[in-house]
């Protein structure tokens, strides 16, 4: 083989690649709404035993289970499948890497996504869904908070791991959603006091959703409706989580929240920004695959780069800001105020 020939076949690879890359994602998400995964961890199945619980056709079933094999999500040995370690890690509801949530988060935009050059081209957001972006469509809230509580577990459940909270004493979760980082917080620290600030009707669920769990935890998390944009944000947190919140607005406006945020805290307080910036994470595409989320559901949001959210955090007044890289995508900026 010529040098042009090996330059074309690895090229053709990986445009080929690019051309089904939705099919590779409709696939997984398929896998996923079906709980395939979770299903075969239980016990190995043949074809038939598959076939027979999704109700598939001979020849449909044989091409599903013929690229699940050939993205590395099942293995196939004497006729009985397997999920790959892949697929057993991260695929399978219940283990504590779940990623299902994550998959439906993204298979939402499918749709959207075909409209993507008019996003491009005329810089707008194409899915509705995010009603908090679009002030005529606010009361309906419970879509787009059902996809961010469901896949704000993970986030939610680590975060300790990378902050300490045992030194606060009073934590608010700015557009906290549904509180599941509240409830959280309060089952892993005993003596933890937690506010959780949303827009009213967000708090409406929140309080339906916090009602199911026990008195003993829910009594230490206080709901304050309002809206971050034409209030100011309550006092008396020494600590401050914008999870997944920033990266939705553009600058002026994270800037304002910011701002906001430096006046609520006390001297020695932090601003904890969790979400996903442009010059981290495992891979360097994520950042900019998150940016192409928000360019389809927000008017002016993007993923930033630490060095930019630095600079905006000193602008507003905080005194150190310092990157803590987390899970997946995610980092955590810590911004401390002097
Ligand atoms: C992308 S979601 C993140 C939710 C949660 N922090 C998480 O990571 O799952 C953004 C949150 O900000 C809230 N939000 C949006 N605009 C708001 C506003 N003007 N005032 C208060 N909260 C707002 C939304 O209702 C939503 O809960």
Redesign the pocket.
Known sequence: MDAKDSVFSASEKNIFQMMTGFFTSKLLAVGVELDLFTWISAQPRTFTDIQSRFHFAERPCRIFLDTLVSLNLLNCDRGMYRNTPLAEALLVRGRPDFQGPHVQLFDHLYLACDNLKTALCENRPISRD?T?FFEEDRKR?DQ??GL??E??IV?AMVLPQYWDFSESQRVM?V???YG??CLTLVSQFPDLELML???PE?CEEATSFLHTYPSYLTSRIQLHA????QDQLPQGADTIVM???LH?WPRERVKMLAAKAFAALPSGGHLLIYETFKDQGPSPGDAAFISLLLLLISPGGECRTVEEMRSLLREVGFASVELIPTIYFYGLLVARKA
Do not use: K
């Open positions: 995010y908090y809230a787009y908070s961010m509580h896949s704000s986030p979760d557009g906290g959603g599941r980082l600030f949303d827009l967000v309002g809206n971050f944009f999870m997944r919140i939705d």
